[in-house]
C-alpha cells in the first residue's frame, strides 16, 4: 500500500511525528509550505494563526511536492489553532481531489491530547475515511509530551493492523 504523510508545521511538533510515522510505515512524506509564514513567536503568532483557523481559512501554499492520486491512503498531521486544523492545512483540504484516500490524522496542541479531539472531530467530519486518530501534546508541555511516544506508537500500530 503506497502511503503518503502530508503536514504541516511551525515549531517542528508535527514535522518530526509525520517522520516517525513515514518511517515506521515506509511512507513517503510532503511537508505543506505556506507562501508566507506566520510569525513563530509572540502574539502575532497566535493572532494570525488562530484567527485564520478560525475561521477555518486557507492560505497560500507552495507547489505541492507530491501528486496525492499516486497513492493508496494519506496520512494527515497539523498543529491545533484555536481547536481546529491550520491553515495550511485547511488549503490543502480544498485543494484535496481525493478524500476518500485519507486513513488517519494526528494533531497537536499546546495544551494536550484533550486539546486534539475538536480538531480531529473536524478532520472525521470533512474526511469520514479517516478511521485512525491520535492527540499528541506540544514538547513545551514535558509532562504531557512524555506520553507521545506512546501515543504515536499506538496510532502506528492501528494502522498497520488495518492493512495500511
Not at 29 to 52: E, N, Y
Not at 62 to 74: G, H, L
Request: hydrophobic residues 35%; glycine residues 10%.
Amino acid at each position: 500500500m503506497k502511503t503518503l504523510v502530508v503536514y504541516y508545521s511551525l515549531e517542528g511538533n508535527t514535522k518530526n511525528a509525520a517522520e516517525k510515522v513515514a518511517t515506521a510505515l515506509g511512507a513517503d512524506v510532503m511537508a505543506l509550505i505556506p507562501v508566507k509564514d506566520i510569525p513563530k513567536k509572540g502574539l502575532l503568532k497566535f493572532l494570525h494563526g488562530g484567527a485564520g483557523a478560525t475561521k477555518s481559512k486557507g492560505t497560500e501554499l507552495q507547489p505541492y511536492t507530491c501528486d496525492t492520486s499516486e497513492y493508496d491512503a494519506i496520512i494527515l498531521g497539523t498543529p491545533v489553532w484555536a481547536g481546529k486544523p491550520s491553515m495550511a492545512m485547511n488549503q490543502f483540504l480544498s485543494d484535496l481531489k481525493t478524500p476518500e484516500k485519507v486513513i488517519g490524522a494526528f494533531a497537536f496542541a499546546a495544551g494536550g491530547p484533550g486539546n486534539c479531539d475538536k480538531c480531529l472531530k473536524i478532520l472525521k467530519e470533512k474526511l469520514p475515511s479517516i478511521k485512525h486518530t491520535v492527540g499528541l501534546s506540544d514538547r513545551n508541555n514535558k509532562k504531557m509530551a512524555s506520553e507521545n511516544e506512546s501515543r504515536l506508537g499506538g496510532f502506528i500500530d492501528s494502522i498497520r493492523s488495518a492493512g495500511r
